[in-house]
C-alpha cells in the first residue's frame, strides 16, 4: 500500500515569508524594520524567490535574470541602521577606486559597489553592469529618491544590468567603515546550470543544500508582463509588474520601511510568452533530467524550516514551471492570500529557475529545458554528480508502521506488519531513488512478504510487509540501510514476540453496536465479553447464524442454558449491546 503521506518541507514560501513578516506591517506599536549592512538581511538582490529580509535573513536564492534583452536588469538594496549610518560616516565619500577620501565626514553615508563573475571562472571580468559604482543615501543615484525626494532613508538601491553570458556574477557592498557584504545574481542568455559540478564536500551555491544545482532557463520568447487580478479571480489583490513595485510590496508593505511607491523609475518585468492572451503554455517551461530528481522542495526549508501547508512544486523526473504563476497578498488592511510559486526567480522577467537534486545517481546529468510546445526551444545543461554523498545530502532513515505512525514494541505471531523505511536528507527533506534493504534477526523470526528490497519514491518511502513467525517470548531486531551508503548507520527496531495480539479499543454508544470480528476462529463469546469496559456495561452478544437463520445470542446475567452463542470466527458479523458507552478491545489486523 503506498501511503499518502504528503513530502516532508513542502511549504509555500511566498505564504511563509508573508507570515513571518506580518509582524512587521505598520502599526501603533510596530517599530520599522532596519538592518545594518553586515547584519542579516544588509543586501538583497531582486528578483529573488527568497531575498534577504532586514534583521531576520541573508539573501536565499540568488536574483535570476537574463544575460540580455528584455528582463535584463537587477535592483540591488543596501539597509542600514540609522544609527550605524551616522557612526559609520567617517570620511567624506570614496574615491573612484572605492578607497577612502581624506577630510571631514561629509553627513552622507556611502556604499562602494563591486560586481566580479563568480561562475564559470572566479574573480573574473564580467559584462554586467552597475548603474552606480558608488552611491550614497538619497544620492540621484539611489532610487528611493523619487521627485528629489528621499523615500526611504537608510536605504540605497542601484541597478544592476545583465551582459554576461550565461554566467554567474557576486556583487558586493562595502560602507565607509570597511564593513561589506556579497550577494548572487545569476544571468541566464539560454540554459545553465550552476555548479556544474557537484562533488562531495564542495561549498554549495546556497549554505546547506549541498548536493543541489540550480538550473536556469532564458525564454527566448517574452513579452510584457501585463497582470489583470480580476481575469485570474483575485479582484483586489496585488499584482507587480515591475521590479519597484515588487520592492515596494516586500520591504514596504509588509516591513514598514518604504512608501508606496518609493523606488522609480520602473524597471519593467516580463514573463514567458507575456501578454498573450488565452495562451498559458507559452507561460511555462518543461524541464526534464536523466538523473537526480528536478525540486524545489531543499530551498523551501532554508535557512530554517517553516513548516506551512499549501505548497506542493512538482517533482521528479519531469516538471512544468510558469514563469512566475505568482500574484503578491493584498496589501494590508486586505487578507494575505497564499498562492504557489515554484519559479525560483520569484518574478516573471522572462526566465525560469529551478533545482536538481542528486540522489543516489552518479554521472552526467543532461537537464532539458522548453518553452512550451515551441519548436526550436528545446536547450540543454549539464551537472556532473561525482561519487560520494555530498554533505547536505547525506541521508538518514526512519521507521514507521502503517500511515507513518509507531511501530509496537509487542507483536503476536502471524500478525502482518506494515513497515515503512522514510529516507531524508539533512534539510529533512524526502530522497528518492534510494534502495532500502532490510533484514531480520533471528533470520527465523519474521518473513518478508513482499520483498527485503525497496525504493523510495519521490516522498521518500520504502514499504515492506513482515510476518512474525518465531515462539512466543523470543525477540526479532528488523534492521534497514540504505544501499550505496555503507557509512550510514542502518535504522533498527526490536519487537518481542507475545500470545497477546496488538489490541485495539473501539468505541461503543448505548445500544447495539454492529462489530466486525477480528478475532480468530473459534474464540469464545466470554473471551469477547471480557474485553468490553467498563465490564458492567455489557448487556448482550449477538451474532446471525445463516445456518439455521436465527439469532444466536449470549449476555452475561442471563440464566444457564440461556445463552446459545458460544463462539465467534473471524470477520463474523457480531452486535455487541451496552446499557451505557463503553469499548471492547479486539485484535488489531
Given amino acids: 500500500m503506498r501511503l499518502g503521506f504528503r513530502k516532508l518541507g513542502i511549504v509555500c514560501l511566498v505564504a511563509a515569508v508573508v507570515l513571518t513578516l506580518g509582524v ?43 544575460a540580455s534583452g528584455p528582463g535584463s536588469t537587477a535592483l540591488i538594496g543596501v539597509f542600514a541602521d540609522p544609527l550605524d549610518l551616522w557612526l559609520g560616516d567617517f570620511t567624506n565619500g570614496f574615491n573612484p577606486d572605492c578607497s577612502s577620501k581624506a577630510g571631514p565626514p561629509d553627513g552622507i553615508t556611502q556604499y562602494c559597489f563591486q560586481v566580479e563573475q563568480a561562475y564559470p ?58 564593513q561589506s557584504k556579497s550577494v548572487d545574481v545569476v544571468m541566464v542568455q539560454t540554459m545553465l546550470a550552476v555548479p556544474p559540478v557537484v562533488e562531495p564536500g564542495q ?24 497582470f489583470d487580478a480580476a481575469a485570474v479571480g483575485l479582484p483586489g489583490v496585488f499584482m507587480p509588474s515591475t521590479l519597484g513595485e515588487m520592492f515596494d510590496w516586500i520591504y514596504g508593505t509588509l516591513m514598514g520601511i518604504v512608501p508606496v511607491p518609493a523606488v522609480g523609475p520602473a524597471v519593467n518585468l516580463y514573463r514567458c510568452g507575456g501578454d498573450t492572451v488565452g495562451n498559458s503554455l507559452d507561460d511555462l517551461v518543461a524541464f526534464q533530467t536523466d538523473l537526480g530528481q528536478l525540486t524545489i522542495q531543499p530551498m523551501l526549508v532554508v535557512p530554517a524550516p517553516v513548516f506551512v501547508p499549501g505548497m506542493d512544486c512538482p517533482q521528479g523526473k519531469s516538471v512544468s514551471v510558469v514563469d512566475a504563476n505568482i500574484t503578491w497578498p493584498a496589501a494590508p488592511p486586505g487578507p494575505p492570500v497564499a498562492i504557489q510559486n515554484c519559479d525560483l526567480d520569484g518574478a516573471p522577467n ?24 515551441m519548436a526550436g526551444s528545446t536547450r540543454q545543461t549539464n551537472v556532473n554528480f561525482l561519487a560520494g554523498p555530498a554533505a547536505g545530502l547525506i541521508p ?22 506494515e513497515v515503512t523505511a522514510l529516507v531524508v536528507n539533512q534539510a529533512l527533506n524526502p530522497v528518492g531513488g534510494i534502495t532500502v534493504s532490510c533484514s531480520v534477526d533471528p533470520v527465523s523470526g519474521a518473513f518478508a512478504m513482499v520483498s527485503d528490497r525497496d525504493t523510495t519514491g519521490l516522498e521518500g518511502m ?24 555503507p557509512d550510514i548507520p542502518p535504522a533498527t527496531h526490536t519487537f518481542s514476540l507475545t500470545l497477546q495480539p496488538d489490541l485495539e479499543a473501539v468505541d461503543l454508544v448505548a445500544g447495539c453496536n454492529p462489530i466486525a470480528s477480528t478475532w480468530p476462529d473459534g474464540t469464545g463469546v466470554k473471551a469477547i465479553a471480557a474485553g468490553v469496559a467498563p465490564e458492567d456495561a455489557l448487556a448482550s452478544i449477538w451474532a446471525f447464524d445463516t445456518a439455521t437463520g436465527t439469532w444466536l445470542g449470549y449476555s452475561p446475567t442471563a440464566p444457564a442454558g440461556v445463552s446459545d452463542l458460544d463462539t465467534v470466527d473471524r470477520l463474523d458479523a457480531i452486535f455487541i449491546c451496552v446499557d451505557a458507552d463503553a469499548t471492547v478491545s479486539r485484535p488489531v489486523i
Avoid at 521627485?147 to 557592498?173: E, F, R, S, Y
Avoid at 561549498?203 to 501585463?226: H, K
Avoid at 522572462?350 to 512550451?372: E, F, N, S
Fill in 24 to 66: 512587521f506591517r505598520p502599526g501603533a506599536d510596530t517599530p520599522t524594520a532596519e538592518a545594518d549592512i553586515w547584519t542579516p538581511g544588509g543586501l538583497i538582490a531582486l528578483p529573488s524567490f527568497f531575498p534577504g529580509l532586514p534583521g531576520l535573513t541573508d539573501q536565499v536564492a540568488p536574483a535570476i535574470i537574463p
Fill in 203 to 226: 561549498t554549495p551555491l546556497v549554505p546547506g543544500l549541498e548536493g543541489i544545482a540550480l538550473v536556469g532557463y532564458r525564454c527566448p520568447d517574452v513579452g510584457a508582463a501585463v
Fill in 396 to 417: 538518514s532513515i526512519m521507521l514507521f508502521g502503517e500511515g507513518l505512525s509507531a511501530l509496537p514494541t509487542a507483536v503476536s505471531p502471524l500478525t502482518q506488519l
Fill in 350 to 373: 522572462g526566465t525560469v529557475g529551478y533545482l536538481v537534486q542528486r540522489t543516489a545517481d552518479v554521472g552526467v546529468a543532461t537537464i532539458t529545458g522548453q518553452q512550451g510546445g
Fill in 121 to 178: 571562472t572566479a574573480g573574473g571580468s564580467t559584462a554586467a553592469s552597475l548603474s552606480s559604482r558608488i552611491c550614497g543615501d538619497g544620492l540621484t543615484c539611489d532610487l528611493t529618491v523619487v521627485g528629489g525626494v528621499d523615500n526611504a532613508p537608510g536605504v540605497v538601491v542601484i541597478t544592476l544590468a545583465g551582459g554576461g553570458k550565461d554566467q554567474m556574477v557576486t556583487v558586493t557592498a562595502t560602507d565607509e567603515s570597511g
Fill in 462 to 485: 520504502a514499504e515492506f510487509q513482515l510476518i512474525p513467525t518465531g515462539l512466543p517470548g523470543t525477540e526479532v531486531t528488523l534492521s534497514c540501510s540504505l544501499d550505496g551508503y
